[in-house]
């Protein structure tokens, strides 16, 4: 058995949890979520917390227990107090914007990049150069995370570029002024 999927998910108060067969519905302050759970994990709803556990012991239900857990707990954690990511633009003249519903970045192209922010994120741009993520569902705020960070990754020479805040960018040595 996992051991992840063998904790109790505690249940804040104020979140209410639904089951419907294999779907799972999450509801808080913060919104709704719902997600399928695979076949093969059974759920038990009980006073103030969730039990994961499989219906038969093959490696396919053993590998799936962990997952359920860790995606039912994250639902729970998403509608109460969402998830956060913050980017950072790092280079002379690299700054963002929102205009609308686009994050607009001037990020050293010859046009600005627009990047449509999708329905569930929101997304604030901090002092021109700090970029939160943030939103209910954690594998969409991750995702748009990463894809803003793919418009410019940073480079290895100077670090320009946009990256997670606190990443390290391991920096290489240009060239050597002759010998």
Do not use: C, W
């Not at 949890?17 to 076949?39: F, H, M, N, Q, Y």
């Not at 093959?58 to 998830?83: E, Q």
């Not at 922010?117 to 569902?137: A, F, H, P, Y």
């Amino acid at each position: 058995m996992s051991r992840i999927g063998k904790k109790p998910i505690e249940i804040p108060d104020g979140i209410k949890i639904k089951l419907d067969g294999s779907l799972v519905t999450a509801e808080g302050p913060k919104g709704t979520l719902s997600r399928e759970i695979p076949e093969g994990i059974e759920i038990v709803l009980k006073e103030n917390e969730v039990l994961i556990g499989t219906r038969s012991d093959d490696t396919k239900g053993r590998s799936l227990h962990g997952l359920a857990r860790t995606l039912v707990a994250n639902m729970i954690t998403g509608v109460s107090k969402g998830f956060e990511k913050s980017l950072e633009i790092v280079g002379v003249g690299y700054r963002g914007e929102i205009a609308g519903d686009n994050l607009v970045l001037l990020i050293g192209y010859s046009n600005p990049v627009k990047y449509k922010i999708l329905e569930g994120i929101t997304v604030r741009v901090d002092k021109q150069v700090n970029v939160v993520v943030s939103g209910i569902d954690k594998e969409l705020v991750g995702r748009v995370a990463s894809e803003i960070r793919d418009l410019k990754k940073p480079e290895p020479y100077k670090g320009k570029g946009i990256r997670y805040a606190g990443e390290y960018v391991r920096k290489k040595v240009g060239k050597s002024a002759g010998t």
